[in-house]
């Protein structure tokens, strides 16, 4: 996507500090034989929908690893600390730079991210349909809240089922929840501390794709998912070929 020079500028940015309490140095660990930074980034630079591509980083081997892959905006010690919030990341970020009108945070630990995930959001948003778009995917999960009485008792109540009625799953569709892979927004919803606001759409992902890394357990998990579904512009993830799947999920 190219746009002229004074209209709007879409630009990516992926957070990736050196400090990972969960998983020491998982930005650039490798997953399946690549850093995990680098699946997300291949995919964000092969849409071809944002006029830049930023990582922002207080770390010198992740600003290596990625400086020929995108931009990179150095981040000081203070605004990558544990306490700080993307949301406030974002904000330094654009400070810096009041030629972004619109912005996507792609998170590192989406690795299955393909390129045509983030080509309809980027047209929702940059047609001025919408002032934010963020990636879901669908789940058929029955949820309960858990109240705890004054006596120390718990009872469960549930929040998304009759049970006298009891859908079928082929009868249910379930609900759409975060799934974590991106947040297109404008810079307008950074500004008042939003990733979603005004007129909100989303972007459903199939459940093939939407692999998150948060815990050590997710590593292995995504280990064997990413060779499936991971992309890779250079051909195969491993011993057999990647398949393509060109046909987008449904907004």
């Known amino acids: 996507m190219s746009h002229s020079e ?11 500090r050196g400090g990972s ?19 997300v980034l291949g995919a964000v630079n092969d849409s071809k929908v944002f006029d830049s591509v930023w990582v922002s980083t207080d770390d010198d081997e992740i600003e290596n690893k990625c400086h020929d892959k995108a931009k990179v905006f150095r981040r000081s010690a ?4 544990d306490n700080v919030s993307s949301i406030k990341s974002i904000q330094t970020f654009l400070e810096h730079h009041p030629e972004i009108t619109n912005i996507a945070m792609v998170q590192c630990t989406s690795p299955c991210l393909q390129p045509w995930h983030l080509q309809e959001p980027a047209r929702m948003i940059m047609n001025g349909d919408y002032d934010s778009v963020f990636a879901v995917t ?11 009485l004054e006596n120390g008792e718990s ?5 998304n089922i009759d049970c006298k009625n009891r859908p079928r799953r082929q009868d249910w569709k379930g609900e759409l929840v975060e799934n974590g892979a991106f947040y297109f927004t404008s ?13 909100i759409g989303c972007y459903e992902m199939a459940a093939t794709h939407s692999i998150d890394i948060d815990y050590p357990e997710d590593w292995q998990i995504a280990e064997m998912r990413v060779r499936e579904f991971g992309y890779n512009p250079h051909g195969p993830v491993s011993n057999g070929c990647q398949k393509k799947r060109k046909k987008p999920e449904s907004t």
Request: glycine residues 12%; without cysteine.
């Open 6 to 16: 004074g209209s709007n500028h879409l630009a990516a940015i992926i957070l990736a």
């Open 21 to 39: 309490k969960g998983i020491p140095r998982k930005n650039i660990k490798p997953l399946a034989g690549r850093p995990l930074i680098e699946w």
């Open 78 to 81: 203070e605004d990558a600390g």
């Open 138 to 148: 669908r789940q058929h999960t029955f949820r309960w809240k858990e109240i705890v």
């Open 155 to 159: 009872i469960l109540e549930p929040l």
């Open 187 to 199: 810079r307008s919803n950074i500004l008042e501390g939003m990733l979603q606001g005004g007129k």
